[in-house]
């Protein structure tokens, strides 16, 4: 960043042109100008390197082996066949590794180069798709329960997501003039951004949408949580009633720094589905203007709320939003994660006319989707795309798995035969707890990185699963979670099990939380190697596989049994000296 804060770089950026058009005109460098990498990110991209060769070329006296992430903007994660066909594209032209579904259900390309940033950009753009606000401090991609429209009152929730989402993009043409050669109208280098001003949010802001009783998009670790409460009308028929309003959720952190902390969402009370959109303005709107914009590492909600005290941030938002909140009304969660297989759609819901329909959910392993020696998922997802009815639908999970929606009854048993084909139909054997893991990408991209995650996830798996067997738990679901540093990207507070990185080959280990994602886990082990954690937890396992209740998950078991404590609502990630 050189000598400029992120705030300055923000206020001096003309809408978030900065020099991008310079930078990326530089054929002497990879990279690009330091403040220039953090509008990038406005841009829905990340300058990265591979670390892995980061050593080797500083010894030959080489610049970092620069390469950039993009990320895509799709609200809820849902693509049509073509436009899938068409990320395929950049998948295999562009990037490194194929393409990557993410835990806010888009898509990440990794390893495209700065000279094929704008071609990349433009087959996005093709795809009738755009990576605008996929990244920076602003509002982040919107996501959604990944119910396939099951119903009509899915569906209605979708559209008010995706209304929200459209709502607080942010209004520059930045975007199209670096990555179209938009011509730049006259009087538009400075913008007033309506909803956001001249400097944007103090850091990024995340809002989602669950429906009960799945809470598969984690809905408490979000910064901004509808909750959709859906009620018998009088003639006894399902309606949306309104939404339960949950703020304050998030889940990094930082070592060392006591004063950062992963964070559950509180609920603060409920509102009719009309006030949906002005809810969410006012919302951002308190964290734009009361948000610490000195402090990075304390500028998310969380923080703001924990500062100000949650009452004062609710009056504040009712003020702002012209209306106050009604109670919170019940609802439950039966769990935080995906339904693989099949599953017939609703006749009201995602389907055409009287034509039977179906929903398929895949297990994608990390979320990472790329033909290899293991297995050629990228071509198989392609055949199977092309083979797809135009009112067929792709969608993606914050659990990082894939959905093909609403396939004709007369295409089952040709998909079902690409699937086998292209192994793509692990989830029909997999351990629960191998459907369920999360994790992170870290090395060798991520510059925060501190130990390996997404790399390690196989190892991980195969070690556990072995001691599960041991005790006779291999069919039990238990949730795991990696993370290569204490970010939060995979939602690692969220994990029965979690593995937050400290240092390479070392984590912390973290224990306690619930299958519904509403209680966070709490560090149990700090800075363990794997034999170290697998010593930490096989007696423990052994007690569980004892003394557990029917249908009593391992975290719920640690909190009853007193192993750990239930934690509050903010947690510290590391044992304070």
């Known amino acids: 960043m050189g000598s400029h804060s992120v705030e300055e770089i923000k206020l001096a950026s003309r809408g978030l042109r900065g020099s991008l058009a310079e930078s990326l005109a530089d054929a002497a460098t990879g990279g690009l100008r330091d403040d220039d990498k953090v509008l990038m990110k406005f841009h829905g991209s990340y300058q990265q390197d591979d670390r892995d060769l980061r050593e080797e070329r500083r010894l030959a006296k080489l610049e970092p082996a620069h390469s950039f992430m993009i990320r895509t903007r799709t609200p809820g994660g849902v693509l049509t066949p073509e ?29 495209i180069v700065k000279s094929e940033l704008k071609a990349t950009m433009r087959v996005i753009h093709d795809a009738v798709l755009d990576t605008i606000a996929a990244c920076g401090d602003v509002n982040r991609n919107v996501v959604i329960a990944t119910n396939p429209q099951q119903s009509a009152l899915h569906a209605q929730v979708y559209a008010q997501a995706t209304a929200v989402a459209g709502h607080l993009l942010p209004r520059t043409r930045a975007w199209y003039e670096t990555w179209l050669d938009e011509e730049r109208v006259a009087g538009t280098n400075e913008v007033e951004e309506p909803i956001y001003g001249k400097a944007y949010l103090p850091r990024k802001f995340k809002i989602g949408f669950a429906i009960p009783p799945y809470n598969d998009i984690d809905v408490f670790a979000q910064d901004l949580g509808f909750i959709a409460i859906i009620e018998p009308d009088a003639a006894g028929n399902d309606v ?12 990094g952190a930082t070592h060392g720094d006591p004063g950062t902390y992963p964070r559950v969402a509180d609920v603060i009370g409920f509102i009719a589905p009309d006030r949906v959109t002005a809810l969410a303005e006012a919302v951002m709107a308190t964290q734009r203007d009361l948000g610490n914009r000195e402090l990075r590492k304390h500028a998310r909600f969380k923080y703001t709320i924990d500062d100000h005290g949650l009452e004062k941030i609710k009056a504040e938002i009712e003020q702002r939003a ?17 339904r693989f297989g099949w599953v017939d759609a609703a006749p009201d819901g995602e389907s055409n006319g009287d034509v039977a329909r179906a929903h398929l959910t895949l297990r994608i392993l990390s979320g990472r ?42 295409l089952r048993d040709r998909i079902d035969a690409l699937v086998a084909q292209y192994a793509l139909d692990g989830y029909l054997t997999a351990s629960p707890l ?25 190892h991980v798996l195969d070690t556990f699963e072995a001691l599960l067997a041991t005790h006779g738990l291999i069919d039990v679901p238990i949730n795991l979670r990696l993370s290569g540093c204490p970010n939060g990207c995979s939602r690692p507070y969220l994990g029965e099990i979690a593995l937050i990185g400290k240092a390479p080959g070392r984590y912390n280990l973290m ?21 170290g954690i697998l010593a930490a937890l096989d007696p423990l396992l052994a007690d569980y596989a004892a003394a557990r209740e029917p249908d009593e998950g391992f975290g719920d078991y640690l909190v009853r049994s007193g192993v750990v404590a239930p934690p509050p609502r903010r947690i510290a990630i590391e044992v304070q000296s």
């Open 322 to 338: 012209g209306f106050a909140l009604a109670p919170p009304r019940p609802f439950a969660f039966a769990h935080n994660g995906d």
């Open 511 to 531: 224990l306690g939380a619930d299958h519904r994602g509403e209680r966070l886990n709490t560090l149990y082990r700090e800075n363990v190697d794997e034999a």
């Open 369 to 410: 989707i790329v033909d290899n020696d293991e297995a050629n998922h990228l071509s198989g997802l392609r055949a199977i795309a092309a083979l797809l009815p135009d009112d067929a639908r792709f969608r993606l999970t914050p659990n990082q798995n894939l959905i093909i929606a609403n396939v004709p009854a007369a």
């Open 83 to 111: 436009q899938w066909l068409k990320l395929d594209r950049i998948a295999t032209t562009y990037a490194e590794r194929g393409f990557r579904i993410t835990t806010r259900q888009t898509f990440q390309f990794h390893g």
């Open 240 to 251: 949306l009633a309104g939404y339960n309003v949950a703020i304050g959720g998030g889940m």
């Open 434 to 458: 191998r459907r369920n893991a999360l994790a992170c990408v870290a090395l060798p991209t991520c510059g925060l990185a501190m130990a390996e995650s997404e790399r390690y996830l196989p």
